[in-house]
């Protein structure tokens, strides 16, 4: 299903401000909940991930090409985690100064929602999948920045300008320059959707083992994906 680019726009920014209204307003407590919901949107970005983005790079594209820029996504993915400190699956482990703005953890988060961002053109299920990817990602980031010690004014230009990344991706893939040369971003972002959605799957399992909740809702993912 395509959807018009004013809502491909909207979504990505809409989706992270309601995120950090929510946790403004209700300083959610219940971590299971929002974990499980994690856990609930990598499986169901890795089935999307297989059932839409793989088999469209790979039928048009030289497989051996196509391989070597998936794998390029994935050590991307890596090296940006270097700096975001792995905030993309849901955990954020660093310090803010109070009157700093943290520019690495803003540069690689925004690396990371521009590369999503460019698969959502001509492919709406995709679009389905970022969304539920941020909405809990975006959440305990929401958590973590208002409970950190950076000025409320740093907050609000933070998650207004992250806010704009995916839509920026989803603009750049309507570039001419992109009609034969966007299967290589969109490759890169199969290897990032990979990497992501693996790690938030045992990363949200509790010593690394499935109890039957997060099986559930990992089927579910996954089902739900098949169905779109």
Known sequence: MDFPFAFVFLAPILAVWGSYIFVLFAQPKDKKSIKLLLTFSGAF????????????????????????FVLAGIL???????????????????????????????????????????????????LYGIIIHK??????????????????????????????????GSYLAQLPWMETNGYIFTALAIGVFLHISTIILFETSQEHSFNLRKLLVIVLGIGIAYFL
């Open 45 to 68: 970005l890795l089935a999307l991930t297989f059932f839409e983005l793989l088999p469209e790079v790979y039928n048009e594209h030289d497989s051996r090409e196509v391989a070597v």
């Open 76 to 126: 991307l993915q890596v090296f940006l985690e270097f700096f975001s400190k792995g905030a993309e699956h849901g955990h954020v482990h660093l310090h803010l100064e109070k009157n700093k703005f943290p520019i690495l953890l803003f540069l690689s988060l925004s690396m990371h929602a521009l590369i999503e961002g460019v698969p959502i053109h001509g492919n709406g299920s995709i």
């Open 135 to 168: 909405i809990p990602v975006a959440v305990i980031l929401s958590i973590f920045l208002l409970n950190s010690k950076m000025k409320k004014a740093l907050v609000l230009m933070f998650v207004g300008a992250f806010s704009l990344m995916t839509p920026l």
